[in-house]
């Protein structure tokens, strides 16, 4: 059974230029979220994707977006890089039946983004 | 609005010694709550959870018991080994009015063994 799956597993860019992110929920999964993680502390939350749709959304600018495909599979993009956005991206899939989201989320090994 | 709060860190403790990490939190509603580890260069993993009052969730001879209470989920383990060696967070999940789910964290508590 495979697990959340994330690519590329480190990226390095400058300032300014823009970034996409990719996720692979786990096997039966349809809900993805996004946190991001700062060097020495806790995540916090992006937003997350149900049906294709942004289903509720952290305290972000509108530089971070997302996108969801039919096949569940998610990416984050963010635009304008700043050097604050380094940090380990997180992307977590979870099981929506019925439209209700489940407690469980399972996360993938991360994207380490390191802004120059 | 929700919060977990954990104690501080770092921990460092002799190996085969007894490990307690506190948790409280505060929520409307009734939220699952969770530990998750984050081993060195790695993502989270859940260690355990529990989904109600008096739960206890175990896993990989690590504890925690679900107390409505005193709104805690303290983490412990009876003897720890150099290999538990992480970062331990706790954190909850609550459904919103939306039917929606998140996390909410708390800070981490790193955990070094010695050995």
């Known amino acids: 059974d495979a697990g959340v799956t994330q690519s590329p597993t480190h990226l390095i860019k400058t300032r300014g230029q823009q970034v996409t992110l990719r996720c692979s929920p786990k096997?039966?999964?349809?809900?993805v979220s996004w946190y991001q993680q700062a060097l020495g502390q806790g995540p916090q939350f992006i937003f997350q994707?149900?049906?294709?749709?942004?289903?509720q959304r952290g305290n972000f600018p509108d530089r971070f977006s997302g996108h969801q495909f039919p096949n569940y599979s998610s990416e984050l993009n963010v635009n304008a890089l700043l050097l604050g956005d380094s940090a380990l991206y997180l992307c977590?899939?979870?099981?929506?039946?019925?439209?209700?989201?489940?407690?469980?989320?399972?996360f993938g090994p991360g994207t380490r983004l390191t802004v120059l | 609005g929700d919060s977990v709060t954990q104690m501080e860190g770092p921990v460092t403790l002799s190996e085969e010694a007894f490990l307690t990490i506190n948790c409280t939190y505060t929520?409307?509603?009734?939220?699952?709550l969770f530990w998750y580890v984050q081993y060195p260069g790695e993502g989270l993993q859940l260690l355990l959870k529990?989904?109600?009052a008096d739960d206890k969730g175990s896993n990989k001879g690590f504890e925690a018991t679900y107390r409505k209470e005193t709104t805690s989920f303290h983490l412990e383990k009876g003897s720890v080994q150099v290999s538990d060696s992480a970062v331990y967070f706790c954190?909850?999940?609550?459904?919103?009015?939306?039917?929606?789910?998140?996390?909410?964290w708390g800070l981490g508590t790193s955990l070094a063994v010695n050995p």
């Open positions: 977590a899939s979870s099981l929506s039946p019925s439209g209700i989201s489940t407690d469980t989320q399972y």
């Open positions: 096997s039966g999964h349809d809900t």
């Open positions: 994707y149900y049906e294709e749709e942004e289903r």
């Open positions: 929520a409307t509603g009734y939220p699952s």
């Open positions: 529990a989904t109600k």
């Open positions: 954190a909850l999940s609550a459904l919103n009015a939306g039917n929606n789910r998140k996390l909410i």
